[in-house]
């Protein structure tokens, strides 16, 4: 189902090579399908040896960095608590320095969480890939990159507060958004997760009256929660994304997500680094809804 796309296209090369009496195909992919590197939750503290729950944050990430490199991707998206706990300047001088390093293998995209600083981030960050929404105060991105359009939006309501909030006016702004831009497969990455908790994204329910009927949206992925799991809202995929730093339960994994996005789905390989690694390796395949 994955490669569905490219198999019909590659039928048609197939038929027309055919004709031409060549009997060995090459197969044409570039824009069927978009390679990402996805983190979530790094909380890089300003102390490099800081550890939490007995994970080293930094090791964690020196560790898995290798790796993300090594799967070539084409972008890499952290969704959220970049920074340790309070975003602090001294945590994003550090955060910066594994940016650059990322940065070296593809562009990095980020999404504020909860335990960033949207002030100090901007700071570090005065200038990012992708385009950005002109919603003051907020850090939104817009990637497209065949076949997908992928939008990092910013749920940081308080710094070191649990709860997340989109906000009237980025919800505005992606009503909007959506409405007028064209059919292209679409996925939305935040920080927060759904729900009752108090802790989660507060206006969840009116972010899902924007997303649930307009049909190019596939799936929405976030983090918060340092689980990795698959759900549905109806038939909305939701891809709850692992910490790279530390989990909050020993049966979950700490480690990244290395992420084929194709126009009718997705495969998702977990890279446990740390906690659980039983999964390790793990393939998750989805089909979109149309
Ligand atoms: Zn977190």
């Known amino acids: 189902m994955l490669n569905r796309r490219s198999f019909i296209k590659n039928s048609i090369f197939a038929a027309g090579a055919a004709s031409f009496g060549i009997t060995e195909i090459t197969y044409a992919n570039a824009g069927d ?3 990402w590197a996805l983190l979530s939750d790094t909380h890089i503290p300003a102390d490099r040896a800081e550890q939490v729950r007995g994970f080293s944050i930094t090791k964690n990430l020196d560790q898995l960095l290798p790796q993300v490199a090594e799967s070539k991707p084409d972008g890499i998206g ?6 340790r706990l309070r975003g602090l300047r001294e945590d994003y001088a550090v955060v910066k320095v594994y940016v650059e390093q990322m940065n070296k293998i593809a562009p990095v995209y980020m999404a504020l969480g909860n335990h960033d600083n949207y002030k100090n981030f901007t700071e570090a960050f005065p200038a990012t890939p992708g385009e950005k929404a002109a919603v003051k105060g907020k850090h939104i991105t817009v990637v497209n990159i065949a076949p997908m359009r992928l939008i990092f939006l910013d749920s940081l309501q308080i710094t070191n507060n649990t ?7 980025q919800r505005n702004w992606l009503d909007q958004y959506l409405k007028e831009s064209d059919n292209t497969p679409t996925l939305l990455l935040l920080h927060h997760s759904f729900g009752e908790s108090d802790g989660a994204l507060l206006d969840d329910i009116r972010f899902f009256k924007i997303v649930t009927d307009q049909r190019k949206v596939k799936a929405i992925i976030y983090g918060h929660s340092h689980h990795y799991s698959f759900a549905k809202q109806g038939d909305l995929d939701l891809i709850n994304l692992p910490s790279t730093a530390y989990n909050f339960a020993e049966s979950v994994p700490v480690g990244w997500v290395d992420a084929t996005f194709t126009a009718s789905g997705a495969k998702f390989k977990l890279n446990a680094v740390a906690g659980n690694q039983a999964d390790d390796g793990k393939v998750t395949q989805l089909t979109w809804r149309s």
């Open 163 to 169: 709860a997340g909030l989109l906000g009237q006016a």
């Open 78 to 83: 952290i969704t959220g608590d970049i920074a």
């Open 33 to 35: 399908s978009t390679r």
